[in-house]
Antibody, heavy 113, light 110 residues
Framework: EVQLVESGGGLVQPGGSLRLSCEGS????????MSWVRQAPGKGLEWVAN????????YYVDSVKGRFTISRDNAKNSLYLQMNSLRVEDTALYYC??????WGQGTLVTVSS | IVMTQTPLSLSVTPGQPASISCKSS???????????LYWYLQKPGQSPQLLIY???NRFSGVPDRFSGSGSGTDFTLKISRVEAEDVGVYYC????????FGQGTKVEIK
């Protein structure tokens, strides 16, 4: 069974940093593009970033460029999102997604003073 | 690319059909001949689940009452007979240029 388990969310002050992790199981992790998608409370879905199978290509939504970094460790079946210079508007449930088809349950990031 | 869904909410009697429109600001037809338009359903309290990929292909396990159609910039998701378990928010998404989602269409049962 395909599983994606996110972790690392929490409460952080504006300007702070957080690193999210997503561990995949039940599939060959290195074969898939991976993404982060977020959902602010009561709002719709917003794609944040994605990364190619070997990590050689990464893409970001404009609002996080220069602040967030997506990375992966295929040996550990893990996806990461390093989030720096966090803003109140980054508050959201962050989902890890395998390609287009499978999503984790999300980890909540709250940016507040 | 901006994705625009209509309507934003829908109230449907069980057993009746439902239809959601999604329009993109640019064509989603790629040079490989595929059109990169997807439909997701987010049930209350759950993660989004893939229903339809590349306009009209049902994902594994998706009931055949769900169908997708369209081309270029205009797409439609149809539910032939709505059931109680179909409630939630439906999103279209494009992946020809990065990824963007529509605003979502909330479907409820009358």
């Amino acid at each position: 069974e395909v599983q994606l388990v996110e972790s690392g969310g929490g409460l952080v002050q504006p300007g702070g940093s957080l690193r999210l992790s997503c561990e995949g199981s039940g599939f060959t992790f290195r074969n898939y593009w991976m993404s982060w998608v977020r959902q602010a409370p009561g709002k719709g879905l917003e794609w944040v970033a994605n990364i190619k199978q070997d990590g050689s290509e990464t893409y970001y939504v404009d609002s996080v460029k220069g602040r967030f970094t997506i990375s992966r460790d295929n040996a550990k079946n893990s996806l990461y999102l390093q989030m720096n210079s966090l803003r109140v508007e980054d508050t959201a449930l962050y989902y890890c997604a395998r390609g287009f088809s499978r999503w984790g349950q999300g980890t909540l990031v709250t940016v507040s003073s | 690319i901006v994705m625009t869904q209509t309507p934003l909410s829908l109230s449907v009697t069980p057993g009746q059909p439902a239809s959601i429109s999604c329009k993109s600001s640019q064509s989603l037809l790629y040079s490989d001949g595929k059109t990169y338009l997807y439909w997701y359903l987010q049930k209350p309290g759950q993660s989004p689940q893939l229903l339809i990929y590349e306009v009209s292909n049902r994902f594994s396990g998706v009931p055949d009452r769900f169908s997708g159609s369209g081309s270029g910039t205009d797409f439609t998701l149809k539910i032939s007979r709505v059931e109680a378990e179909d409630v939630g928010v439906y999103y279209c998404m494009q992946s020809i240029q990065l990824r963007t989602f529509g605003q979502g269409t909330k479907v409820e049962i009358k």
